[in-house]
């Protein structure tokens, strides 16, 4: 006999006699690595580096997926064991009971430590994929687009997931199931490019944007000024002022019993044929029909209720166009309007076609140099550099993405926006229409005038 056992030798042994198999300890290699990984990685977490999305990935996915297989992989290997010994009848029966209880006892530690580690895991992981890094960057290739226009957009303080997702469990499952597939097309490199929209399972905007925005609510009249340069050698500035009836618009399509459904006839919903209103306060109801539409047709399409998204369809992730975004460079100092026709080479400039970014950002302040080597050096690399910005954040030719490729629904200047509805040829059956009347949304105050009265008057010239 030899010498007594102590109580932890008495513990330990049946863990140590079951996890002697070789897939036991492949499991206890796998947990203490990621233990010993997460023991680094988290001082990085903990000064806000978790930011960075693939150091975010290491810490918050691939290392709690190789904790969790590694747990899942050292049970097995002790059940291995026990058949094993069951079939030869190697394990005494009373030693047997000793050990299984010593076990349990071990087990049950362990267990409770294991949870409270695999809790923060899961709980940072869960923080992690919710938040803006690895939304817009994890996959940056395929959401480059959307996460530079949402970068220069006026949310681009709220999270991705406040507009995506919002709360609720239901909608968060459906939207990690929604990313299994997505992942998958990553992965396979299947994805289309550019990426469809409008994106055909987002949440209602009334269970997103009306927590912050509430349509309902009557909202103001409000003064918008557009500046415009001209093409002349000089870039004249002129600018038209709207007054834009903001209430108005608001009440009209979203205000107090209002029920609007509709029936587009294109992917992208800029081809509307059919329009249903509803008023449950005033008791109308009406149906507006485009006269070039076909009954058979009609009947075979979706039918969506309208609501903030169907105008604001782009409210985070807004694409400029080449005119607009040179006029607001202009209008900000960016680029100088003392360079000769520089509007109109600008505007040039940005409709080439470029193979990539970087030979944009290459080939814009070359031409730009070369066509104004008698200006000011300074006034020259920083309308370069306005221009590559530019576009950078609006053109993407790996992922086909071009000037006006995403249509913005806001307005009617640029894409038909308004009119898809507001054409004055959807006819109701008593002969009513959906009028195209400016004054309805907007009073125009002046237009493309280099001198604005009403500026002066309002003190804003």
């Given at each position: 006999?030899?010498p007594?056992?102590?109580?932890f030798d008495?513990?330990?042994?049946?863990?140590?006699h079951?996890?002697s198999?070789?897939?036991?300890?492949i499991?206890v290699?796998?947990?203490t690595?990621?233990?010993?990984?997460?023991?680094?990685?988290?001082?990085?977490?903990?000064r806000?580096?978790?930011?960075?999305?693939?150091?975010?990935?290491?810490?918050?996915?691939?290392v709690?997926?190789?904790?969790?297989?590694?747990?899942?992989?050292?049970?097995?290997?002790?059940?291995?064991r026990?058949?094993?010994?069951?079939?030869?009848g190697?394990?005494?029966?009373?030693?047997?009971?000793?050990?299984?209880?010593?076990?349990?006892?071990?087990?049950?530690?362990?267990?409770?430590v294991?949870?409270?580690?695999?809790?923060l895991?899961?709980?940072?992981a869960v923080?992690y994929?919710?938040?803006?890094?690895?939304?817009?960057?994890?996959?940056?290739k395929?959401?480059?687009?959307?996460?530079a226009?949402?970068?220069?957009?006026?949310?681009?303080r709220?999270?991705c997931?406040a507009?995506?997702i919002?709360?609720?469990?239901?909608?968060?499952?459906?939207?990690?199931?929604?990313?299994?597939g997505?992942?998958?097309?990553?992965?396979?490199?299947?994805?289309p490019?550019?990426?469809?929209?409008?994106?055909?399972?987002?949440?209602p905007?009334?269970?997103?944007?009306?927590?912050?925005h509430w349509?309902?609510k009557?909202?103001?009249?409000?003064?918008?000024?557009?500046?415009?340069?001209?093409?002349d050698?000089?870039?004249?500035?002129?600018?038209?002022?709207?007054?834009m009836r903001?209430?108005?618009?608001?009440?009209?399509?979203?205000?107090?019993?209002?029920?609007?459904?509709y029936?587009p006839?294109?992917e992208?919903?800029?081809?509307?044929?059919r329009?249903e209103y509803q008023n449950?306060?005033?008791g109308?109801?009406?149906?507006f029909?485009?006269?070039d539409?076909?009954?058979?047709?009609?009947?075979?399409?979706?039918?969506?209720?309208?609501?903030?998204?169907?105008?604001?369809?782009r409210?985070?992730h807004t694409?400029?166009?080449?005119?607009?975004?040179?006029?607001?460079?202009?209008a900000?100092?960016?680029i100088?309007?003392?360079?000769p026709f520089?509007k109109?080479?600008?505007?040039e400039?940005?409709?080439?076609?470029?193979?990539?970014q970087e030979?944009?950002?290459?080939k814009?302040p070359?031409?730009?140099?070369q066509?104004?080597r008698?200006s000011?050096p300074?006034?020259?690399?920083?309308?370069?550099?306005a221009?590559?910005?530019?576009?950078?954040?609006?053109?993407?030719?790996?992922?086909?993405?071009t000037?006006?490729?995403?249509?913005?629904?806001v307005?009617?200047?640029?894409?038909?926006?308004?009119?898809?509805?507001?054409?004055?040829n959807?006819?109701?059956?008593?002969?009513?229409k959906?009028v195209?009347?400016?004054?309805t949304?907007?009073?125009?105050?002046?237009?493309?005038?280099?001198?604005?009265?009403?500026?002066?008057?309002?003190g804003?010239?």
């Amino acid at each position: 006999m030899g010498p007594p056992r102590s109580t932890f030798d008495k513990l330990i042994s049946p863990i140590v006699h079951l996890s002697s198999n070789w897939v036991s300890r492949i499991g206890v290699i796998l947990v203490t690595s990621a233990v010993v990984f997460w023991i680094f990685l988290f001082p990085t977490s903990v000064r806000g580096a978790g930011a960075h999305p693939y150091l975010g990935i290491l810490e918050f996915l691939i290392v709690p997926s190789v904790f969790f297989a590694g747990l899942g992989v050292i049970p097995i290997g002790m059940w291995l064991r026990v058949r094993s010994e069951k079939k030869s009848g190697a394990a005494p029966s009373g030693k047997g009971r000793a050990e299984l209880r010593h076990l349990l006892i071990f087990v049950g530690i362990t267990t409770v430590v294991n949870l409270i580690l695999g809790s923060l895991f899961t709980y940072q992981a869960v923080g992690y994929m919710d938040g803006v890094a690895f939304c817009g960057e994890t996959c940056h290739k395929v959401m480059h687009p959307e996460f530079a226009a949402y970068q220069n957009s006026p949310h681009s303080r709220v999270e991705c997931v406040a507009c995506h997702i919002g709360p609720g469990a239901s909608w968060f499952v459906k939207s990690k199931l929604s990313g299994v597939g997505q992942l998958f097309a990553v992965t396979f490199n299947t994805y289309p490019r550019p990426i469809p929209t409008p994106v055909r399972n987002l949440r209602p905007a009334r269970e997103t944007c009306e927590a912050c925005h509430w349509p309902q609510k009557f909202g103001e009249d409000r003064l918008r000024v557009i500046s415009n340069y001209g093409d002349d050698e000089k870039n004249p500035l002129t600018r038209t002022v709207l007054l834009m009836r903001v209430g108005g618009i608001h009440a009209a399509h979203l205000g107090p019993g209002v029920t609007i459904h509709y029936s587009p006839s294109d992917e992208s919903r800029q081809t509307i044929p059919r329009v249903e209103y509803q008023n449950s306060v005033t008791g109308r109801q009406a149906v507006f029909v485009a006269a070039d539409a076909k009954p058979d047709a009609l009947n075979k399409l979706p039918t969506r209720q309208m609501d903030c998204m169907d105008c604001h369809n782009r409210p985070t992730h807004t694409l400029e166009l080449p005119e607009r975004a040179v006029n607001k460079a202009l209008a900000l100092g960016a680029i100088s309007p003392s360079l000769p026709f520089v509007k109109k080479r600008s505007v040039e400039l940005l409709k080439k076609s470029y193979a990539s970014q970087e030979e944009a950002a290459r080939k814009i302040p070359a031409a730009l140099q070369q066509l104004y080597r008698d200006s000011p050096p300074a006034d020259v690399a920083r309308a370069a550099q306005a221009l590559v910005a530019i576009y950078s954040r609006n053109v993407f030719p790996e992922m086909k993405v071009t000037w006006g490729t995403y249509p913005n629904n806001v307005g009617h200047t640029d894409f038909p926006g308004c009119f898809r509805c507001h054409d004055d040829n959807h006819v109701a059956a008593d002969g009513k229409k959906i009028v195209q009347e400016c004054n309805t949304c907007h009073q125009l105050l002046t237009m493309d005038d280099p001198a604005p009265k009403i500026l002066t008057e309002l003190g804003l010239q």
